[in-house]
């Protein structure tokens, strides 16, 4: 399998949004510098990154949508369903668990876990929450390979090595800390706190340049 750049593999859900709204519009076929226009990348930079998907166009008519939308979702690997563990039932958890996209984008948690008694032996969207005790008996039975960390800074490092111990070999960390793991574990991190920063940076410019 051909290892696909970081940025392109960020900016191919970009084009299947864009896909996706072309399709609900009646179109059939688009071409690249239509996705181009909707997505705010340089058209050449599409033909480079839809061309990893293995769908050539045709010359001045371009991409046919439904064929390029599962190219897309094959080499995101979203139309093949993943199971994975989240530990973490906090807000932010309970939000992942009610997340319906994730299905749609090839990612099922089976099962949750957490610490708070109150939470252990009950279900949030149906999904189960397990103590942390069970999670290397469950991860060996169920052979789920994905975890993720959805716990306070000071609990992520120790969460994370119990999934390391239990076969978990890719995270997805919500949490604001650097994790201190093998290089072969794949680590995707989700750091809210950067991204508001720079949101909240940007309103205060707009605003201070309003008042210019």
């Not at 984008?105 to 949750?112: F, H, M, N, Q, Y």
Request: hydrophobic share 45%.
């Amino acid at each position: 399998m051909e290892a696909i750049p970081l940025l392109t593999l960020k900016r191919l859900p970009q084009y299947l949004e864009a896909l996706n709204r072309f399709k609900k519009a009646g179109l059939k076929m688009v071409s690249a510098t239509k996705i181009a226009v909707f997505t705010d990348v340089h058209m050449t930079q599409v033909r480079k990154d839809l061309a990893y998907t293995g769908v050539v166009g045709t010359p001045k008519v371009g991409h046919h949508i439904d064929e390029l939308m599962q190219a897309i979702e094959r080499t995101l690997n979203w139309n093949d369903i993943s199971s994975c563990f989240l530990v973490g039932v906090g807000h932010l958890g309970k939000a992942l668990m009610g997340y319906s996209e994730l299905n749609k984008k090839g990612l099922r948690i089976v099962a949750a876990f957490d610490k708070d008694p109150d939470l252990i032996g009950n279900t949030h969207q149906g999904i189960p929450i397990y103590s942390m005790e069970r999670f290397e008996n469950l991860s060996s039975r169920l052979h789920v390979h994905i975890g993720i960390l959805a716990v306070p800074a000071e609990a992520a490092q120790e969460v994370a090595d119990k999934m390391l111990a239990a076969g978990i070999i890719a995270i997805w960390n919500f949490s604001n800390i650097k994790l201190q793991l093998p290089e072969h574990i794949i680590i995707e991190n989700i750091d809210m706190s950067a991204s508001l920063a720079v949101l909240s940076r940007r309103v205060a410019e707009h605003l201070h340049q309003e008042q210019l």
